[in-house]
């Protein structure tokens, strides 16, 4: 399951052939049982692994992507072309908004899009709020959840 497997999960920022490739799903599905598998190994399916915190964009958006979540999408001129989650790195959290293309109508429905986001990660141990941002959009914090919790 490392970087040199050819596998990238969707992060909202790549082309949408590769949202919409065939055999994407059974990569999806491989990626996904690879990392609880790596959970298994290393203490439990409850919290993020060590894997996981050390590459926590692509955890963030191989849960995502394995639960169904759309990923957005950009063409070939970098423009977005499909409404869906973008999962963006930070320091020692990732961001996840929900954006689309001028129009789309993503803005109107990022607050339950996000929660549902939210829903799912903290399903996998991940800690997240629901901030409003600039322009008043709305933006999922993903953080490591705090240790020594019971």
Excluded: N
């Amino acid at each position: 399951m490392g970087h040199d497997s050819g596998f990238e999960p969707a992060d909202g920022d790549g082309p949408e052939e590769t949202v919409a490739d065939a055999g994407r799903a059974a990569e999806v599905r491989a990626a996904y049982e690879g990392l609880l598998q790596i959970r298994r190994l290393t203490g439990g399916v409850e919290a993020p692994s060590p894997w996981e915190l050390r590459l926590m964009p692509r955890a963030v958006a191989i849960v995502l992507e394995a639960a169904g979540h759309p990923p957005s999408a950009v063409d070939a001129r970098g423009l977005r072309s499909r409404t869906g989650y973008r999962v963006v790195p930070g320091a020692d959290r990732v961001e996840v908004t929900w954006t689309g293309p001028p129009g789309s109508g993503a803005a109107a429905e990022e607050r339950e899009r996000l929660k549902a986001c939210a829903a799912e990660l903290e399903r996998h141990g991940w800690e997240c709020l629901l901030y409003r941002g600039p322009r008043g959009r709305r933006f999922l914090e993903v953080e490591a959840p705090p240790t020594g919790r019971a």
